[in-house]
């Protein structure tokens, strides 16, 4: 959720973020009265209402705030601050920016439960997690860009209220999360075989007061649940990385409940495009499918998950696919998963490939321009991601 505002002289937004339980203002909020700022209170008022534990309230990007809007945004937080001891707020600063960190310092200074961190150190609870993860950065931007799509589909496939869910392969817990929060089901197992990301899906969900979750350790292929015990049984972009998809699919088959579904998420990643630069775009994520086909993961798997679902005995297999793309939310968003792609396969997997430095220049090229793509105001950029399901038979 957004407002954007515009001021006498200056435009500001303010946004929410259900899966990071942030609000974040960012550019330059001079109003002229408080009514300017109705809308983006109003935002502020809504977010709370909406989390539990912690929100956090982002001003790291806010490059000016006169006293008006100072005092307006710190009386929400403060008065609630008093009248629900339970929430707490944490205040993200910058020591770029260093005025906010001294000017919000003073809230703390009033109540007891609003605190300041500063981006540079101490940013978000399991800030390390998410830097000794490999993937782990890309995939929470990932599900933030996904979670607009999926949360619409997903009752195409079986998602409701009140049921029995696991998710396979579940990394930090973000989808978990959401479809907690969304679909309310009575139950969710999500597993997953990376302890440091399991640890930091428990200190999310204790932080922001998610219950129902049972996070698990446990390896996909021989998961240590029982038979037909779950309504719906997910795992997102997980089967493309696998060598074996078929014995990961053997394994939802086998703890779904007759009748339940199975619903997985995957790539065609050749087909991700953007103009201009259209032809080095294109280039490259061909390369990338190469790349990931050297260590034997299938990063074209979108498509190929209808057959892979009714081998594996499902019937009632429906399948839909969905563009991400650069006008969704913040191109920024986009341009930064990208930049996140290019650092790992064109860094770590080409070097361990072997690659020469004219091929990486090149292959590095096309994801800059991808980017450049995501954040031209006249530009277009698109991620293509497959989804599908099967019911297990009665």
Request: hydrophobic share 40%; net charge negative.
């Given at each position: 959720m957004s407002a954007t505002t515009f001021g006498s002289s200056a435009r500001f937004k303010a946004q929410f973020d259900l899966s990071n339980q942030e609000f974040s203002v960012s550019g330059s909020v001079r109003p002229q009265t408080i009514d300017e700022l109705a809308p983006s209170l109003a935002l502020l008022k809504e977010s709370i209402d909406r989390v539990r534990g912690v929100l956090y309230v982002n001003v790291r990007r806010l490059a000016q705030m006169n006293n008006i809007a100072f005092h307006a945004f710190s009386r929400v937080i403060i008065d609630t601050a008093r009248a629900r001891p339970d929430l707490r707020f944490v205040i993200v600063t910058s020591s770029v920016v260093g005025w906010t960190t001294r000017k919000f310092a003073l809230l703390g200074h009033i109540e007891p439960n609003i605190v300041v961190e500063e981006y540079d150190t101490e940013f978000y609870p399991g800030q390390t997690f998410l830097e000794e993860g490999g993937f782990i950065p890309v995939l929470r931007t990932q599900t933030k860009m996904t979670w607009r799509h999926e949360r619409a589909i997903l009752p195409r496939h079986g998602m409701r209220p009140g049921i029995t869910m696991a998710?396979?392969?579940?990394?930090?817990?973000?989808?978990?999360?959401?479809?907690?929060?969304?679909?309310?089901?009575?139950?969710?197992?999500?597993?997953?075989?990376?302890?440091?990301?399991?640890?930091?899906?428990?200190?999310?969900?204790?932080?922001?007061?998610?219950?129902?979750?049972?996070?698990?350790?446990?390896?996909?292929?021989?998961?240590?649940?029982?038979?037909?015990?779950?309504?719906?049984?997910?795992?997102?972009?997980?089967?493309?990385?696998?060598?074996?998809?078929?014995?990961?699919?053997?394994?939802?088959?086998?703890?779904?409940?007759?009748?339940?579904?199975?619903?997985?998420?995957?790539?065609?990643?050749?087909?991700?495009?953007?103009?201009?630069?259209?032809?080095?775009?294109?280039?490259?994520?061909?390369?990338?499918?190469?790349?990931?086909?050297?260590?034997?993961?299938?990063?074209?798997?979108?498509?190929?998950?209808?057959?892979?679902?009714?081998?594996?005995?499902?019937?009632?297999?429906?399948?839909?696919?969905?563009?991400?793309?650069?006008?969704?939310?913040?191109?920024?968003?986009?341009?930064?998963?990208?930049?996140a792609w290019e650092d790992t396969f064109a860094g770590e997997m080409s070097t361990r490939r072997g690659d020469g430095p004219e091929f990486v220049e090149r292959f590095r090229k096309g994801f800059q321009d991808h980017i450049f793509a995501a954040l031209h105001p006249k530009g277009y950029a698109g991620w293509p991601v497959w989804v599908a399901s099967g019911r297990k038979p009665l």
């Amino acid at each position: 959720m957004s407002a954007t505002t515009f001021g006498s002289s200056a435009r500001f937004k303010a946004q929410f973020d259900l899966s990071n339980q942030e609000f974040s203002v960012s550019g330059s909020v001079r109003p002229q009265t408080i009514d300017e700022l109705a809308p983006s209170l109003a935002l502020l008022k809504e977010s709370i209402d909406r989390v539990r534990g912690v929100l956090y309230v982002n001003v790291r990007r806010l490059a000016q705030m006169n006293n008006i809007a100072f005092h307006a945004f710190s009386r929400v937080i403060i008065d609630t601050a008093r009248a629900r001891p339970d929430l707490r707020f944490v205040i993200v600063t910058s020591s770029v920016v260093g005025w906010t960190t001294r000017k919000f310092a003073l809230l703390g200074h009033i109540e007891p439960n609003i605190v300041v961190e500063e981006y540079d150190t101490e940013f978000y609870p399991g800030q390390t997690f998410l830097e000794e993860g490999g993937f782990i950065p890309v995939l929470r931007t990932q599900t933030k860009m996904t979670w607009r799509h999926e949360r619409a589909i997903l009752p195409r496939h079986g998602m409701r209220p009140g049921i029995t869910m696991a998710d396979i392969c579940c990394g930090i817990g973000d989808f978990a999360v959401l479809a907690q929060k969304e679909f309310q089901p009575s139950r969710i197992v999500a597993l997953d075989h990376s302890k440091s990301s399991l640890a930091y899906a428990r200190r999310v969900a204790e932080e922001f007061d998610i219950r129902g979750i049972e996070y698990t350790y446990g390896d996909a292929s021989e998961m240590l649940l029982d038979d037909n015990q779950f309504d719906l049984v997910t795992c997102r972009h997980s089967l493309q990385i696998f060598d074996r998809p078929a014995l990961i699919l053997k394994e939802m088959y086998r703890i779904c409940k007759p009748g339940g579904r199975v619903y997985v998420t995957n790539e065609k990643i050749s087909q991700c495009l953007g103009e201009p630069r259209g032809e080095s775009i294109e280039w490259t994520y061909d390369e990338l499918a190469k790349l990931f086909a050297h260590f034997k993961m299938d990063l074209e798997f979108g498509p190929k998950s209808r057959h892979y679902l009714m081998d594996a005995g499902f019937d009632d297999v429906r399948v839909e696919s969905f563009m991400v793309t650069n006008l969704d939310g913040d191109p920024q968003d986009f341009a930064d998963v990208i930049q996140a792609w290019e650092d790992t396969f064109a860094g770590e997997m080409s070097t361990r490939r072997g690659d020469g430095p004219e091929f990486v220049e090149r292959f590095r090229k096309g994801f800059q321009d991808h980017i450049f793509a995501a954040l031209h105001p006249k530009g277009y950029a698109g991620w293509p991601v497959w989804v599908a399901s099967g019911r297990k038979p009665l």
